[in-house]
């Protein structure tokens, strides 16, 4: 195929309704660089986000920093993720992610509880969206919930929630699979 001009890639989702297997067959004359598989499996970069029932799994081109729930904001400001720095080092982005990191510890969280907003998150990335996309990032806030069942005694739901730093020359076409735009949860692609 490579030969011909043409790109193979397998690719593997999974959702709520079960796991996708497909090829992609890309035409490297037609497309160029201008398209990257976003789920071909030789592509991952090792990055996961583990949930209750879930594993989420980004691409290379994504880097992703968590927001945990139990000390998240101490933890925000004490590292960086190596996958975060090493992307926003080539793109001379560290004094805006600490900007950005000191204004979502500051106003990312409810006033009385203390936890991660996501409205107040995505109103914070849309003020520094425009700073990473004029270097070639692209900010996304993302986030879970999956409700967790205690048998016969109810149960609790738990929260995740993550910013992906898109470099768009890796993934031109990248959208994320938990996207905080997004209402319906069951829509969503995990991989």
Known sequence: ????GVK??????????????WL??????????SYVPQYDVANLSGQIIKTVYKKLEFPKGVAV????QHKGRKK???????????????HD??????????HVVDAGVGQRTKMWNIGKLKEILDVYKPMFAAKGV??????????ISHGQYGGHTEYYRWIEFVDRAKQPNYYPQRD????KQDACVLM
């Open 24 to 33: 992609e067959f890309i035409d490297v004359d037609v497309v160029g660089d």
């Open 8 to 21: 193979v890639a397998f690719c593997k989702r999974r959702s709520g309704k079960g796991s996708y297997r």
């Open 1 to 4: 195929f490579a030969e011909k």
């Open 76 to 90: 925000l400001k004490e590292k960086c993720p190596i996958h975060v720095e090493t992307m926003l080092t080539e």
């Open 65 to 68: 920093e968590e927001l945990r």
């Open 180 to 183: 905080a735009d997004s209402k």
């Open 93 to 102: 982005l560290l004094s805006e992610y600490d900007q950005l990191v000191d």
């Open 138 to 147: 692209d900010l996304f806030v993302s986030h879970k919930q999956e409700y």
